[in-house]
């Protein structure tokens, strides 16, 4: 069975080469590289770590980062900032201000405030002053306070001094507290010219706590709402961008996360699915129909937003595809009476487990969205989380859904939020 992993990075590597305004990077659309999180070149690397570690480490964050998806948890104004740095599964190193500073910041398509670590503001400077002060030795540059527009970005204020306040906090205790205003940031491109975007909304934390790692100092929020990287880019890259996630076995190659004309997904075998819009923005829904295992198709009738359509989310930082308790139940059941071997007690949250000590055969599981029927590979479905143990990649929740990583490994998945589509398609991602 080959070998699969939960956890993936992409990492943006500022070179100094002639710059690319984003004008001219759209007319033929630009890419940057995606790199695995556990690669060897991604700052997350632990070599002690050992592959089942890994997965066991992705799939604990899977559950905890399920309650910033909670209405209870996270309100639909607190949702335009809503970062958890560490369950998120793509890191990106990507500059800002002039001169340019190096950060590196999790990317992660269920955010949306481009947002990272700072100092506190000791003094108020001009409303054109500079976002970070370059000279500062910490770690965490000096923000430069200044008046912007707060009402334009959810979850903000204006405070006495003049500054864009935001304040979020999280299901998990984790929040962070800071200032909101505009500066340029820079993005690496695989054409070798970085691609530079000026006065972008981005938010500094100087009170930040929680499941926070010092490996990484923020959030780029790649979500659908307003403040997210995908909207402040807007027409320029026409609203689409596409990503391919590495399986484990990869994981020392890199792939490649695309923007604009380079992020539309074409030829055979694509297959595309409305998007849905739901409160809060942030989130992509997209509509689930059914679930096939062989030729036995078990309906998904479940409404845990409320209606029909977007009835699940799509997400890059989740680990795991979870699914109502009811249906889930229906489809291990399925999935079970399929299988010839030896059930075997796995860790909290993955209900089927086998010996994999001795190799069995998987079934053909098809997802079918709307309109867009995905099937999936033995190594979207189950996973090894360790020398002897498999256990299937969906797990029970209730009254929830969320089209997690493992699923969309080794597909290039399209996003177009001009015309509200998710396109899918089935791809090698070390080739892409």
């Excluded at 481009?114 to 500079?130: G, L, R």
């Excluded at 689409?240 to 074409?266: Q, R, T």
């Excluded at 845990?304 to 890059?316: A, Y």
Aim: some cysteine.
């Amino acid at each position: 069975m080959a070998a699969i992993v939960s956890l993936f990075a992409f990492v943006f590597a500022i070179v100094g080469l002639s710059n690319l305004s984003l004008i001219q990077a759209q007319k033929g659309g630009f890419s940057v590289e995606l790199i695995h999180r556990d690669s060897p070149k991604s700052p997350l690397y632990n070599h002690l770590d050992t592959t089942y570690n890994r997965v066991t480490n992705a799939l604990r964050r899977s559950f905890n980062r399920v309650h910033r998806f909670k209405p209870t948890s996270v309100s639909t104004r607190e949702a335009e900032a809503d970062v958890i740095a560490d369950s998120g599964e793509y890191l990106m190193n990507i500059s800002i201000g002039t001169p340019a500073f190096d950060i590196v910041a999790i990317a992660d398509t269920g955010s949306d405030l481009i947002w990272t670590q700072c100092k506190p503001c000791s003094q108020c400077f001009p409303q054109n002053a500079p976002l970070f002060d370059p000279t500062a030795s910490s770690t965490y540059k000096t923000f430069s306070c200044r008046t912007t527009q707060c009402g334009d970005v959810e979850g903000t204020s204006c405070s006495s001094n003049g500054s864009c306040q935001y304040s979020v906090s999280y299901g998990d205790g984790s929040y962070s507290n800071g200032e909101v205003a505009a500066d340029t940031l820079t993005l690496d491109s695989t054409t070798g010219s970085p691609v530079v975007i000026p006065n972008v909304i981005m938010g500094c934390g100087h009170d930040n706590d929680g499941s926070f790692d010092e490996n990484t100092s923020g959030i780029i929020g790649l979500g659908g709402g307003d403040s997210s990287l995908i909207s402040q880019l807007g027409f320029t890259i026409d609203g689409k961008f596409s990503y391919c996630l590495l399986p484990f076995s990869e994981a020392g190659n890199s792939s490649k996360m695309n923007f604009g004309s380079d992020a539309i997904v074409s030829g055979n075998g694509v297959v595309s699915t409305p998007l849905t819009k739901q409160s809060p923005q942030t989130f992509y829904f997209l509509t689930l129909e059914a679930i096939s295992v062989g030729t036995n198709r078990i309906k998904y009738t479940d409404k845990p937003f409320g209606t029909d359509q977007g009835n699940i989310i799509i997400d890059s930082g989740t680990t795991l595809t979870l699914l109502p308790d009811d249906f889930y139940s229906d489809l291990e059941s399925v999935v079970s009476s399929m299988i010839n071997a030896t059930k075997v007690n796995g860790p909290e949250g993955l209900n089927l487990c086998y010996d994999a000590t001795i190799e069995f055969a998987v079934p053909d599981i098809t997802v079918h969205f709307s309109g867009a029927d995905v099937k999936l590979q033995p190594l979207n479905t189950f996973v090894l989380i360790s020398e002897t143990v498999a256990c299937f990649t969906f797990s029970p929740l209730p009254n929830f859904a969320i089209y997690g990583n493992l699923a969309q490994m080794n597909f290039l998945v399209g996003y177009d939020t001009i015309k509200q589509t998710v396109s899918f398609k089935s791809t090698d991602c070390s080739n892409n």
